[in-house]
C-alpha cells in the first residue's frame, strides 16, 4: 500500500530499477504554494523530456484495483534522465508527488491525491542476462522476469511466478 494511513498517497517512495545503483528514498508531502505556476511549468519541462503529461488525470486505470480517484497531474516518466529533472524540479519548487509502477497491491482514495503521480510504466522493462544473472529495470513485470530466467537456464524465481507486479513494486 503506498499511503499514509489510507488517505494520502504521499508516504515514503522507493525507486530501484536499471540505472539506480541503489534504491533512492523520497519523503515529501509537504504543502504547495502557487499551483497553476507550477503545473504549467511543469508542463513545458514534460515537452522537453518527451514525457506524457496527464493533467487531472484518474488514477483508476493506473491501478490493478480499478479504484480511486484523480490526481493533480500523472506523469509518464519515459527515461532515468527524465526522472532525475523532474524530481528536482518537484523538490526545487516543493511539489508534492509520489511514485507508482504498474499500480498492483496499491489503495488509491476515492477523494484521489492532491499532487503529481510519476508513473513507471512500459518503458521501465528492460531486461538482458549478465552471465548468471538477470538485470531488470523496475517496470518489469514478475511474471515475465520469471520466464526470462526459465528460457535462459536460471532457477529460483519459479515461487514469484503467480505475484501480480512489477520488479521495481
Keep these: 500500500i503506498i499511503s499514509d494511513n489510507y488517505k494520502y498517497l504521499d508516504s515514503c517512495v522507493y525507486i530501484s530499477g536499471y540505472n539506480f545503483y541503489q534504491a533512492v528514498r523520497y519523503c515529501h508531502g509537504k504543502k504547495q504554494e502557487g499551483t497553476m505556476s507550477y503545473i504549467n511549468e511543469l508542463e513545458k519541462l514534460c515537452e522537453e523530456l518527451e514525457c506524457k ?12 484495483f480499478k479504484i480511486g480517484g484523480n490526481c493533480k497531474v500523472l506523469i509518464s516518466v519515459n527515461s532515468t534522465a527524465s526522472v532525475s529533472s523532474l524530481v528536482k524540479f518537484m523538490k526545487k519548487n516543493n511539489v508534492k508527488f509520489t511514485v507508482i509502477g504498474r499500480g498492483s497491491n496499491i489503495l488509491v482514495p476515492d477523494e484521489g491525491y492532491d499532487g503529481v503521480v510519476l508513473f513507471f510504466g512500459h518503458d521501465f522493462a528492460y531486461t538482458a542476462l549478465r552471465g548468471n544473472m538477470i538485470e531488470c529495470e523496475a517496470g518489469t513485470l514478475l511474471a515475465y522476469a520469471c520466464v526470462f530466467a526459465q528460457q535462459n537456464g536460471l532457477m529460483g524465481m519459479e515461487k514469484l511466478f503467480g505475484i501480480p507486479g512489477t520488479v521495481g513494486g
Design 53 to 64: 503529461f496527464i493533467p487531472d488525470c484518474s488514477l483508476k486505470e493506473y491501478n490493478t
